[in-house]
């Protein structure tokens, strides 16, 4: 059976990667492909300590918060990832890890350090898309849909840091699109951009 293949959306908060993971997943699945759509931080142990310290607004030491992502990753990368890979299965997920190295680099973390680690220890995506758009119009959608800010991760200077790392990280897998157009138009070079690099669907 070959491998199947990592697609990881990427981007601030506001910017539309559950919108167009779930657009995606319907094509692929329409297509004939089995998907698996998953997300980071998951619903696992370290994953609900994630979502309580960002709703909370809490605070732990930056070393500890990272090591909390790394262990949520290692759990959904052998329970989801790697399986859904192994079974030829196309996996499609919502922030992986060059989200680490944007959010916890924009808390003083080596940037580089985690990058090389994580392409060491996990499977390398693909494809990456990272949707573009501003922090001050990605917190603006965050508002307009309702939901609550969370603090410790949605503040305009930090994730102004965080948006300055995605922008200056350059990896072969990586592929920008503009965010910021309405989902149809996001979908459509989204789609154009799996069909040339994957051949999918």
């Not at 149809?184 to 951009?193: P, R």
Request: with cysteine.
């Amino acid at each position: 059976m070959n491998r199947g293949q990592l697609i990881v959306f990427e981007g601030l908060d506001g910017c539309g990667k559950s919108t167009q993971v779930a657009r995606l997943a319907i094509t692929l699945r329409a297509a004939g492909h089995a998907v698996v759509a998953t997300r980071e931080p998951t619903n696992g142990e370290y994953g609900q300590r994630i979502r309580s310290l960002a709703k909370s607004g809490g605070s732990i030491s930056h070393a500890e918060e990272l090591r909390w992502f790394i262990e949520d990753r290692r759990e959904h990368v052998a329970e989801v990832v790697e399986p859904g890979l192994s079974a030829g299965r196309v996996v499609i997920c919502d922030r992986y890890f060059l989200s680490t190295v944007a959010y916890q680099g924009a808390r003083g973390a080596d940037v580089d350090e985690i990058l090389e680690s994580s392409e060491a220890e996990f499977p390398i995506p693909d494809l990456v898309i990272l949707l573009e758009i501003t922090p001050e119009a990605g917190l603006a959608r965050v508002h307009e849909r309702g939901h609550a800010i969370e603090t410790h991760f949605e503040e305009v200077e930090y994730l102004t840091a965080v948006d300055a790392i995605f922008r200056h990280v350059d990896c072969p897998y990586l592929v920008r699109i503009d965010g910021s157009t309405e989902p149809d138009s996001v979908e459509s070079a989204v789609a154009e951009c799996v069909a040339a690099r994957l051949r999918l669907p």
